[in-house]
């Protein structure tokens, strides 16, 4: 009997320490994670007023950078300036891009605070494709963007139409640029009115009537004779009408003597310039 009580005694200690042993370790634990939780709190705190203060660290220079070709450096760098005074706060940078992103000129703006005390400022312009009439001009996206001054505008060329029909006008003129580039020629300006009427006008004075559809189908007609020398960029020409089903016509402008009209049909080997067909065949005279 005294033996077993012995085991029982021994065992029951046994329990008291596993169980005291464990309570210290869920002590140690709470403790370990009480003084985390208040180095934690103690970082984000002073962390946070290290951001504030960085935040609010008044901005000692202004650094504008970027290709300029339509907007002035240092007219970007004022307007910034004007608008942070003497320090930088997070909510500036979305009302800084919007207000800088607003001009007409201006495509996108990259803001970012460098330490300790620099702004830096990345412009990228607006990167024109052609005139829009006498109101702005054409991005690369087919966008149109309306600015008063139009004299930057000068060497572009011009396209006409309705606002809904860039997408169509900035494509066609594409086009017609690639096809008449082997020939010395480019287009000074690109229409397609209410009716739907293509017009054109080249670079050495000819103007040409498309009509309504097949605008490069059309095109093709003139770039025939141009290639088996009928045509030249050089002749005295007013207009080219190519809205008929197979052939176009010829109008010369009005200094142009018999002499030269003579020679100029002689060349088409024709009496007259008049209608003509690409396989070789008249359907009327001038």
Known sequence: MTKINKRIVKKETVKRTFSFAKVLRVIRTIVFASIFLSVLGVAGFYGTRLATDFLSRPVASITVKGEFNYVAQNEVTELVKGMIGGSFIGEDISEIKQSLESKPWIDSVNLVRQWPDILEIVVHEQVPIARWGESGFVNVRGEIIVVEKMSDLSQFSTLLGQSEDVGLIMQQYSLLATTLQPYNMSV??????????????????????????????????LTYLLDVKKLNDQMKIKSIDLRYPNGLAVSWIENVTDKEKEQAANLLKYPTIGLYLVNGKQYARG
């Open 188 to 221: 000074d300006v690109l229409e397609k009115n209410y009716r739907g009427v293509w017009r054109l006008q080249l670079n050495n004075g000819w103007k040409v009537i498309v009509g309504r559809g097949d605008v490069y189908k059309k095109i093709q007609r």
